[in-house]
């Protein structure tokens, strides 16, 4: 299942009503051009049309009275009735725009009319199209479907939230994960786990919590005594004092209220989250106690907190409620001080680091079986914080031990702020433990563990699910035929192996066996999409192979899993037996998937999404090409920055900035999953290399296997960016990717543009 191609045929004056259309298509996951948002100042617009109508699926011809008088959109629809007709192309879909008659050709093929400005009949008209381009669903209802929580799909568990109330499914699905990784957020040491969308940071911070800790750990002797906390981190009550602020200092007055008042309501939040998974371990019995206890440890906490010596708190019920009557005051003071400008006091102003420390060692001294355990702060979604929030969290990171732990999860590429509270740098290494979740799968050691959790995994799923006898081989098979013909696969392998084919039979059994393993990954692709006209889609199943699509990315492997079942067995048990995903239906999910996660970029990725989704696309495209045409290393989605250091310069921000959203995201990834593009100070070494993540290898058409680099320079990546100068610059880039390093030398090309060539 390939993205689908959409080509909007327009009058300059329906300019408006086909740019709306556009951007519902492609919220609807279908690949949509339109000159109004593809075409820019000096592109070529016969190129344009020619490629446009060329690829597409369905050719939309919004026919209105500025129609007949509109000379380009008269040669678009020549050009795309004739591509139908006698091409065997797109499909022509004729949109009425009012009632201006059309001519006989185009008559048959009307499907709908559209009123401008109609909301409801643009939503039928999307509807209808989607319907008469493609048959059956889009991608994205696919992996919808795959996930609904009710199915009998043993893989649909995605995402840490599914697990909220349900501890016990989390201890056995995804325990014990990798032990590298879990074994330094189970020291005193913080940590800060790193990783892009889907490489599990929840669900390793979840896997610390009590209530998941303690259950999976019951059954082992000497497990290690820890108490985790979970808090999922938010900008809390100041958003609503109407001001930004995004910047790290505003005047002095306002900069020690806010930090203040934030300080006061994250203590207030990591207190809530102490004693709400206290009160949930004591309720459901993980951990032993006497109602004298808990009564005992209220009082003692309304005194400590709250400096009350009524004594009037007798269960955690009532604690936690006289803490969320100080967030209803936080609240209040933040709207009258910042909205209304009144002159109203802080209404607490004792909860910092000495009291957090203060009230662990209550909960202590009052709960016997946790007297000896470490506490751990589970902090959530770092990056969604004001950098003088990421100050306050910084402060109890570096000044927490040994009274309590404090691990961090962030996305990879958000802003770092290095400074504290107290005035001190935090350091790496001295005060905490950096914990990439990236699995460098080229690395022997690394995959070896990602394989090893990933296995696990499924085991664990299926034996919760259904008790199937399972493992990760007999769930995956592979494909036992040869995908393409064989005598069109061992030409292409001796034309990489630049030989000739008598040559080649002179070769030793073993040596030609290493000719093949060397170029035959090339080879298929070259025999499947080489020769032009309808492309099949290249195959891809057996769990070696999943794994290395899923790019050391635990979610995109259960996504895989998840669809393919779904495909199988739909929303039903399988029948009884050994449980096995067909490989035409792995094959099937991985495209789905694929295709899916690249078009929801759109959507998931603010203001950015459809630039990033484009300049993926560019990108895909040049290295498609060159898997084609190069001559000797054709699997090169490994991109190496000549010129490095230019990403500090500020011609190059737009560029930098793609980066950085591209690697938090999961777009690109750099060696180990060390973080990119992201340098504290400008005098930082930039990284080099990135790699487009396997995951959309497949919707892409290019290899999954990064064996080659491909060396590219700032200047050109930032064309790719600029309105009007995209086209050339794929053009450009392609012309040069095809040739290997000898050509690129003697004819004197470089990777940086024209204008910068001597």
Excluded at 29 to 39: I, P, Q, R, S
Excluded at 175 to 203: H, Q, Y
């Amino acid at each position: 299942m390939g993205i689908t191609h959409i080509f909007i045929s327009h009058a300059s004056k329906d300019a408006e009503i086909a740019t709306e259309l556009a951007g519902h298509l492609r919220n609807a996951d279908h690949e949509t051009k339109v000159d109004t948002l593809d075409l820019g100042l000096g592109d070529n617009v016969i190129a344009f049309m020619n490629k446009g109508i060329a690829n597409a699926a369905a050719v939309i011809i919004l026919f209105s009275k500025h129609t007949p008088d509109a000379e380009w959109q008269k040669l678009e629809i020549d050009a795309a009735v004739w591509n139908e007709v006698a091409q065997d192309g797109g499909k022509c879909i004729v949109v009425c725009l009012d009632d201006t008659e059309l001519p006989p050709i185009l008559g048959p093929k009307v499907y709908g009319k559209l009123m401008p400005g109609n909301q409801e009949s643009l939503r039928k008209l999307v509807e209808d199209i989607c319907g008469v381009i493609i048959s059956g669903q889009t991608t994205s209802s696919v992996v919808a479907e795959a996930f609904t929580p009710n199915s009998k799909n043993p893989f649909r568990h995605l995402r840490a939230e599914f697990f909220e109330n349900q501890p016990e499914l989390h201890a056995k699905t995804f325990a014990l994960p990798d032990a590298v990784k879990v074994g330094a957020l189970e020291e005193m040491k913080p940590c800060i786990l790193e990783g892009s969308r889907g490489t599990g940071k929840s669900m390793l911070l979840l896997s610390l919590r009590a209530r998941n800790f303690l259950l999976r750990c019951s059954s082992e002797k000497n497990a290690p005594q820890l108490f985790g906390f979970y808090l999922k981190l938010t900008r809390g009550a100041i958003c609503n004092a109407g001001v930004s602020f995004e910047v790290e200092h505003l005047d002095p007055t306002t900069d020690a209220v806010l930090m203040d008042v934030a300080s006061q309501e994250l203590f207030l939040q990591i207190a809530e989250s102490l004693f709400s998974e206290l009160m949930y371990c004591v309720k459901h019995d993980l951990i032993d106690h006497v109602r004298l206890v808990e009564r005992n440890l209220c009082e003692a906490a309304e005194e400590l907190l709250f400096d009350s010596t009524d004594r009037k708190l007798v269960s955690f019920d009532e604690l936690q409620f006289r803490l969320s009557q100080m967030h209803k005051k936080l609240a209040e003071f933040i709207r009258r001080r910042f909205i209304y400008g009144e002159n109203v006091s802080v209404p607490i102003a004792t909860f910092d680091i000495e009291q957090l420390r203060r009230v662990v060692d209550l909960v202590r001294s009052h709960t016997l079986p946790l007297e000896n355990s470490m506490f751990v702060v589970l902090l959530d979604e770092y990056e969604n914080l004001y950098p003088y929030q990421k100050r306050i969290v910084n402060g109890i990171l570096k000044l927490g031990p040994p009274n309590i732990s404090v691990k961090i999860a962030k996305k990879l590429a958000s802003q770092d702020v290095a400074g504290t509270t107290t005035g001190q740098e935090l350091q790496e290494i001295h005060d905490y433990t950096r914990v990439p979740l990236v699995y460098n799968v080229e690395d022997p050691s690394q995959q070896k563990a990602y394989y090893q959790l990933l296995r696990h995994i499924i085991e664990n799923m299926t034996k919760l699910e259904g008790g199937y006898p399972i493992n990760a081989d007999n769930l995956l098979p592979r494909f036992c035929d040869s995908e393409v013909d064989e005598s069109l696969w061992l030409e292409e392998v001796i034309k990489l192996s630049k030989i000739t084919f008598a040559e080649f039979e002179n070769l030793s059994i073993e040596k030609q066996r290493e000719k093949k393993r060397y170029y035959g990954e090339a080879a298929t692709y070259r025999v499947l999409f080489g020769k032009g006209g309808r492309q099949p889609e290249k195959r891809f199943a057996g769990f070696n192979e999943l794994a290395l699509l899923g790019s050391g990315v635990i979610r995109y492997f259960q996504e895989f899993l998840s669809v393919a079942y779904h495909l199988t067995f739909g929303a039903n048990s399988p029948p009884q037996g050994v449980l096995t995903l067909p490989p035409d239906q792995q094959s099937r999910a991985v495209h789905i998937v694929s295709q899916h996660n690249l078009t929801t970029l759109s959507k998931n990725v603010e203001r950015h999404g459809e630039e990033l989704k484009y300049f993926l696309l560019d990108l895909g495209d040049c290295l498609r090409h060159k898997l084609l045409k190069h001559t000797s290393e054709p699997e090169a989605a490994r991109l190496t920055i000549e010129d490095p250091e230019l990403l500090v310069d500020k011609t190059m921000a737009k560029l930098k900035n793609m980066l950085e959203i591209g690697e938090r995201e999961g777009v690109f990834q750099t060696k180990e999953g060390l973080p990119a593009f992201k340098p504290k100070h400008g005098s930082d070494p930039q990284p080099t290399e990135f790699n487009i993540c396997r995951v959309y290898a497949p919707v892409l058409q290019i290899s999954p296997r990064l064996r080659w680099r491909t060396n590219i320079k700032c200047g050109h990546l930032q064309r790719f960016l600029e309105l009007g100068k995209r086209d050339r610059a794929i053009q450009e880039l392609k012309n040069v990717v095809a040739k290997s390093a000898k050509e690129i030398v003697a004819q004197g090309e470089l990777f940086s543009p024209p204008e910068k060539r001597k």
